[in-house]
């Protein structure tokens, strides 16, 4: 029997926990963790995100504010506000919502923020800790979530056959690091990619992150392959939407020991190590210890 790895309970269970610390926090330390996520102009998706994002960090003692800029604001207007971010010592974490509009420099803005408050673990600074195999980093949310439903089907990833399909800076490479990590071998396919099937064949485990549709096939994939699916597309069906994976979910599904749904399984978890890392950069910053947040 498949499982269909449930990323809401999953992340829910993980929140509980965390709410669990977030009060010793409150109660012995005097710690309130909060969040500032900014969002630049009305990208309709973008503010789905961010309100789930507030919402989660209200509903676990998080405090947490949206700053809505306009998109006509210029890259210097939009780093003097992540400046003022950076010196607030009761702010803890800050996330500038992605993607920003074109004409602004997101690579300067990412930078721009404290590495400390940088909670997505985007900063220069923490991608390169992430690369050499440091602990003391911010992991980027939506890889940190992928890699613990993987693990709560198989602890130990040691030799296994990974391909991460997709390399983009906020999933693909920073996935490839994190399987590394866990001793697995490391195939990063992309749009350039030769012999893609081969590749995916091998797999012991899938790792989907390319944006397109159904893309990955029930013939491609081993039968006792873990399949994560980080695609969230919003297709057409009839006259309404529906959101689908990059993975043919209900084809897969019949073959291989375990598989993400979309919605419900990688999404979830994204947020869920959002706040996480909110909770790591608060300790970071009042120089308690994080150790035991996840486990
Ligand atoms: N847009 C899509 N995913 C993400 C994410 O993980 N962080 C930010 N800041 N923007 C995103």
């Not at 071998?185 to 064949?201: F, G, N, P």
Request: hydrophobic fraction near 40%; aromatic fraction near 4%.
């Amino acid at each position: 029997m498949t499982i269909i790895i449930d990323g809401k309970k999953i992340a829910s269970d993980l929140c509980e926990r965390l709410s669990q610390k977030i009060n010793i926090l409150k109660k012995k330390h005097n710690i309130l963790p909060c969040l500032k996520v900014i969002l630049v102009g009305g990208n309709p998706a973008s503010q789905v995100y961010v309100r789930n994002k507030q919402k989660k960090a209200e509903s676990i003692g998080i405090s947490s504010e949206t700053i809505v800029l306009p998109d006509n604001i210029s890259t210097d207007e939009l780093i003097t506000k992540v400046n003022e971010l950076n010196v607030d010592p009761s702010v803890h974490g800050i996330l500038v919502q992605l993607p920003l509009p074109n004409h602004i420099n997101a690579s300067r803005v990412i930078n721009a923020v404290n590495v400390e408050k940088d909670v997505d673990g985007f900063h220069d600074e923490n991608v390169g800790r992430l690369v050499k195999g440091e602990r003391n980093c911010l992991i980027p949310c939506t890889p940190r979530g992928s890699l613990y439903l993987i693990k709560s089907i198989e602890e130990n990833l040691s030799g296994k056959n990974a391909v991460v399909i997709g390399r983009s800076n906020i999933v693909g490479k920073p996935m490839f690091h994190l399987l590394l990590q866990e001793n697995c071998t490391v195939t990063i396919l992309h749009s350039q990619s030769r012999d893609l099937v081969e590749y995916c064949s091998k797999a012991d485990i899938v790792v989907a992150a390319v944006g397109k549709p159904n893309f990955v096939q029930k013939d491609w994939i081993k039968k006792s392959a873990i399949v994560i699916d980080v695609g969230i597309n919003s297709v057409n069906v009839g006259e309404r939407t529906k959101l689908t994976g990059d993975v043919d979910f209900e084809e897969v599904k019949e073959k291989v020991k375990a598989i993400t749904p979309v919605p419900g399984g990688v999404g979830p978890m994204t947020i869920a190590f959002l706040m996480v890392n909110t909770v790591i950069a608060a300790c970071l910053q009042k120089k308690v210890d994080a150790s035991g947040f996840v486990s």
